[in-house]
């Protein structure tokens, strides 16, 4: 297989090469161009409507179709302070560029998230400021996480002039999208410099600091009138089988992160992924470009219940990967190092808590496959103790919250990922967003 090289990126890598790299300015105008400028006073355009922050799909277009980029970019801003990590990491097939009409002509949609990507570049690549600080209010907030719920709702409440400090445990912002997100599409641009806007904000954010451990949650109490849970999900869950301390057995996560950083981890030939979401097809994915000539992705449903978005499973299909599906693992095979993997056919029964058929193994089809790498990806953990240790209410691991984002103990509010059980980016900026709102509903009330 081979990826598609831009001129620019042929010494870069495989493994880094961005999928989507940047328009210039002559082919950003010509996109623009493009755009029918959908919607009006009374229905927004569906593009808009199909964006979980409500960016201004066709006003920023024409901002950029007149020229103007650095209007387009505030428009952006505006609606979603991580527009430019959006722009690189959104499944925009499912969402604005899904919903653009020229599509239902059977038409290619306009590049969306590409056009976001340029004008967003162009503002941050000049450290434009778009947002005056209003007057100071005396209440101050505490956000756990620096991930996109968390700063998305940092943002927003330092933008009404309250007092916000993040905590944040690692050394460095962005969560998920820091760590995990595949570095084909974000590696660590623009979130810094999107960051950099929130600070100017006034936010001030604490690295290295886990609230529960070195800092109490009572003194979070004390120093803040309410408190925003932006803290994601746990490491990866584990396959519950033999065999998954050998080596060359991984974790997506932890697979991910060490790519991310710069120290790809050496992988054999023969890789298996097991699991079926968009995790495991973008380790699938990442293993292709680390050089492996067979990967294969064992999912114990069928293609149909795969949670995978099909424009990523059609994706990592184009460049070579395998997929077995009503196949689970069952084992792990090898002496120190993993050499074969074990699995057994699996069949559907009757729904289960999901609602889906559940699947079932069907006695007597064990299989073997020999290989040099396996990769988890079966999901996250959830933050159960977490959950207990504060008295939250919660429903299958997840927080529960009202409509205002709040949750049992008033002054606790949550978001994103923690309380969605895993879902994208934009869909935690969205959260964020409408905590900060229902944190001032709550503030104002004294
Ligand atoms: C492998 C992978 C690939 C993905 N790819 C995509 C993609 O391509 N596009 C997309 O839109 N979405 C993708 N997602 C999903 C997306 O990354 C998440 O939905 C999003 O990051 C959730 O944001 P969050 O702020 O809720 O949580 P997180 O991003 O997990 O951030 C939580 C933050 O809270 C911090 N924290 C936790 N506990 C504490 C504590 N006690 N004290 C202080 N800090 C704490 C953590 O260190 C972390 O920084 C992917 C997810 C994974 C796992």
């Known amino acids: 297989m081979s990826v598609a090289l831009s001129p620019r990126q042929e010494t870069i890598p495989a493994i880094y090469q961005e999928i989507h790299p940047p328009l210039d300015s002559a082919r950003a105008v010509l996109e623009a161009d493009r755009c029918l400028e ?27 179709r007149e020229g103007r980029p650095e209007e387009a970019a505030k428009l952006i801003f505006e609606a979603n302070i991580l527009g430019g990590s959006c722009a690189r990491v959104c499944p925009v097939e499912e969402l604005c560029e899904g919903a653009c009409v020229l ?14 990507r340029y004008a967003t570049d162009v503002a941050l690549a000049r450290q434009l400021n778009f947002f005056a600080r209003p007057a100071w209010k005396p209440q101050s907030v505490g956000v756990i996480g620096a991930g996109p719920a968390g700063l998305a709702c940092a943002a927003e409440l330092a933008k009404m002039g309250y007092d916000v400090v993040v905590y944040e445990s690692r050394p460095e912002p962005g969560g998920l999208i820091t760590s995990a997100i595949a570095p084909y599409k ?3 641009d623009p979130l810094p410099a999107e960051v950099a806007m929130i600070e100017r904000l006034g936010v001030k954010i604490h690295y290295g600091v886990t609230v529960g451990k070195d800092i109490s949650f009572e003194e979070l109490e004390r120093r803040h009138q309410a408190i925003f849970l932006g803290v994601g999900l746990g490491a990866d869950a584990s396959a519950r089988i033999p065999g998954e301390d050998l080596h060359g057995v991984w974790d997506s996560l932890e697979f991910v992160e060490q790519i991310k950083s710069g120290r790809p981890p050496k992988i054999g030939p023969i890789v298996a992924v097991i699991g ?59 002496n120190g ?16 808590k999901s609602g889906r058929p559940a699947p079932e193994p069907v006695p007597g089809t064990e299989f073997t496959l020999e290989v040099d790498t396996v990769i988890k990806a ?7 103790e977490l959950w207990k240790a504060l008295g939250l209410e919660t429903e299958g691991g997840l927080v529960t919250v009202n409509e205002n984002f709040q949750t049992n103990r008033e002054k606790y509010f949550a978001g994103g990922d923690c309380i969605n059980g895993g879902a994208t980016v934009v869909e935690a900026v969205r959260h964020g967003k409408l905590a900060a709102q229902g944190i001032a509903k709550f503030l104002a009330k004294g």
Request: proline share 7%; aromatic share 6%.
């Open 276 to 334: 079926g979401g968009n995790t495991a097809i973008d380790v699938a994915r990442e293993a292709v470009r680390l050089g492996a000539t067979n990967v294969m992705v064992l999912y114990r449903r069928t293609e149909e219940q795969m949670p995978a978005f099909k424009h990523e499973v059609k994706a990592a299909r184009r460049e070579g990967v395998h997929f077995y599906f009503l196949t689970a693992p069952v084992r792990l095979l090898g």
């Open 378 to 384: 079966i999901g996250q953990e959830k933050r159960v």
């Open 337 to 352: 190092k993993v050499r074969k993997i074990e699995c057994i056919h699996m069949r559907l029964g009757a729904p289960d």
């Open 186 to 188: 974000q590696l660590k």
């Open 103 to 116: 599509t239902k002509e059977g038409r290619r949609a306009v590049s969306i998230g590409r056009l976001q």
């Open 38 to 64: 959908c919607g009006g006073p009374y229905a927004p355009a569906p593009c808009t409507a199909a964006c979980p922050a409500r960016v201004p799909v066709p006003q920023f277009i024409r901002a950029i």
